[in-house]
């Protein structure tokens, strides 16, 4: 964490071994109920007792086979549920089938996450779920849009979701740009910040396909009263 992020005020929780982790609440959206964060590949003992303090039930991971392969999360024996849904396709090691510049990457995203985005819902209205947190791998793309989505669907404002979708740069040391790191393959890649834009962009492409975010999970089997519970559930 920076020393831009250190202070008091600062949204970020801090847990040895997980980066970006912050409530998702906002708005009319219960805190304490739905986390956000980057993958557990690094969790500490130290950090596993203190994710237990924060009534952690559940982990929605939104990685695919090949990072869970590479990069696997550890619990050090967390009773934790954990389900994987993956918002992009899988690729191989050695190939890439994601776009490699953000303002492709959300469209992209957007077209592929219906399965996972829905996954979520159902996983999030179900026995048990609650608290959980949701990461991919520094849970600023996959994570970002998931979380998006979701305030939208519990009636957050659009400025107040934008903010806590760009406030990713500030818990991955992205506000003076790209930094690099190694993929699940070893090669060198950059790490972009993101940009309201982006995200606009994939909301754009959902809505011009599917009339708004409802029809588009409809069209992955979420009905009207999925999300009503939704709604009880989180929200005040």
Not at 18 to 33: K, Q, S, T
Not at 179 to 202: F, I, M, N
Request: with cysteine.
């Amino acid at each position: 964490m920076s020393l831009r992020d250190s202070d008091a005020a600062s949204p970020f929780l801090d847990i040895p071994g997980i980066r970006n982790l912050r409530d998702a609440a906002v708005g009319p959206i219960r805190p304490g109920l739905v986390y956000r964060s980057g993958s557990l590949n690094s969790l500490t003992p130290e950090g596993a007792q203190r994710l237990k303090a924060l009534g952690i039930r559940s982990v929605v991971d939104l990685r695919g086979a090949t990072e869970l392969e590479h990069w696997p999360n550890h619990l050090h024996g967390l009773d934790l549920t954990v389900r994987h849904f993956p918002v992009l396709p899988e690729h191989r090691p050695g190939e890439r089938l994601w776009p490699e510049e953000q303002a492709d990457l959300y469209p992209f995203m957007a077209e592929s996450a219906g399965p996972a985005l829905a996954a979520t819902v159902r996983h999030l209205i179900g026995s048990g779920a609650l608290p959980v947190l949701l990461h991919c791998a520094v849970g600023k793309d996959r994570t970002g849009l998931t979380i998006a989505v979701l305030q939208h669907l519990l009636g957050a404002a659009e400025a107040d979701i934008t903010a806590d979708f760009v406030r990713s740069n500030a818990g991955l040391g992205l506000l003076d740009g790209p930094t690099p790191y190694l993929d699940e393959t070893g090669a060198e890649r950059l790490s972009r910040p993101v940009a309201a834009a982006h995200l606009t962009d994939a909301l754009r492409w959902i809505r011009t396909r599917h009339g708004g975010i409802e029809s588009y999970l409809g069209a992955h089997g979420i009905t009207s009263a999925d999300l009503a519970t939704l709604r009880t559930t989180l929200n005040h």
